[in-house]
């Protein structure tokens, strides 16, 4: 049996929780409810749970100060937000779960079965240390990244990510000191979660960092020559776009 706690201010979200946990309640126990940040630590360090529904904005707190003042993190974490623009981005960059308020059965359903595939709680410590530096870095090429692989997560500055090829379901990751990753996602997934300000698709098959444009080759689309000494197509109907991006 797995034992879990919940972490948050709010009584209907609190009850929206526990009602969801109800269908795994042969496999999950929830051991606790607590309503403020130090009440909360004062509980994980008791009960040593497995994981820990914690929501982001408790009183005058947050679920981060929470976790600061742990001297191990040795669980899985789902955050709750009822912001949606709360942080969002560093949470994508790390890969780590987080519920937006009003939850939903499909949402939280996906967030327990992932949990329930049991990451290693070292992973999970790494995935909190690239949401914490994210969340105090305010540059933008100095914010880090969760890359999904066959063998787990490898952790790399979004700034050094050159270019990325779509292989179908996978990607291909060309980084600035020529190493290359094979990430279990699709383009598409780092299309949506890479900043618009540094990359952009120029062909359905490739996303490029425009910071490592070397040239552009004039052509019905033309062709961009990027540092690595890769030329790539770019696409007649993504050429303007990428054109006045470029050109900024």
């Given at each position: 049996?797995?034992?879990a706690?919940?972490?948050?201010?709010?009584?209907?979200?609190a009850?929206?929780?526990?009602?969801?946990l109800?269908?795994?309640?042969s496999?999950?126990?929830?051991?606790?409810?607590?309503?403020?940040?130090?009440?909360?630590?004062?509980?994980?360090?008791?009960?040593q749970?497995?994981?820990?529904?914690?929501d982001?904005?408790?009183?005058?707190?947050?679920?981060?100060?929470?976790?600061?003042k742990?001297?191990?993190?040795?669980?899985?974490?789902?955050f709750t937000?009822?912001?949606?623009?709360?942080?969002?981005?560093?949470?994508?960059?790390?890969?780590?779960?987080?519920?937006?308020?009003p939850?939903?059965?499909?949402?939280?359903?996906?967030?327990?079965?992932?949990?329930?595939?049991?990451?290693?709680?070292?992973?999970?410590t790494?995935?909190?240390?690239?949401?914490?530096?994210?969340?105090?870095?305010?540059?933008?090429?100095?914010?880090?990244?969760?890359?999904?692989?066959?063998?787990?997560?490898?952790?790399?500055?979004?700034?050094?990510?050159?270019?990325?090829e779509?292989?179908?379901?996978?990607?291909h990751?060309?980084?600035?000191?020529?190493?290359?990753?094979?990430?279990?996602?699709?383009l598409?997934?780092?299309?949506?979660?890479?900043?618009t300000?540094?990359?952009?698709?120029?062909?359905?098959?490739?996303?490029?960092?425009?910071?490592?444009?070397e040239?552009?080759?004039?052509?019905?689309?033309?062709y961009?020559?990027?540092n690595?000494?890769?030329?790539?197509e770019?696409?007649?109907?993504?050429?303007?776009?990428?054109?006045?991006?470029?050109?900024?």
């Amino acid at each position: 049996m797995l034992k879990a706690l919940l972490i948050d201010d709010e009584a209907h979200c609190a009850e929206r929780i526990k009602k969801l946990l109800v269908p795994y309640e042969s496999t999950i126990q929830l051991l606790g409810t607590y309503t403020t940040v130090d009440d909360g630590i004062k509980a994980i360090e008791a009960v040593q749970p497995d994981v820990v529904f914690l929501d982001i904005q408790i009183h005058d707190q947050t679920g981060f100060d929470l976790l600061d003042k742990l001297a191990t993190i040795p669980f899985e974490v789902i955050f709750t937000t009822a912001h949606n623009n709360y942080a969002i981005d560093a949470f994508k960059y790390s890969a780590l779960d987080y519920l937006l308020k009003p939850i939903t059965k499909i949402d939280f359903d996906a967030a327990v079965l992932k949990f329930q595939k049991k990451n290693s709680l070292e992973e999970t410590t790494n995935k909190l240390k690239v949401l914490f530096h994210n969340l105090s870095t305010q540059t933008e090429g100095l914010k880090k990244m969760a890359i999904p692989t066959l063998d787990g997560f490898v952790f790399v500055a979004i700034s050094e990510i050159i270019r990325c090829e779509s292989d179908g379901n996978y990607t291909h990751i060309t980084l600035k000191n020529g190493e290359h990753l094979t990430a279990s996602k699709t383009l598409k997934h780092f299309e949506d979660v890479l900043p618009t300000l540094n990359f952009f698709r120029i062909h359905k098959s490739h996303l490029i960092n425009l910071n490592y444009v070397e040239k552009y080759l004039k052509g019905k689309g033309g062709y961009v020559q990027m540092n690595d000494g890769k030329n790539i197509e770019v696409a007649v109907r993504r050429k303007e776009g990428f054109l006045q991006k470029l050109l900024k």
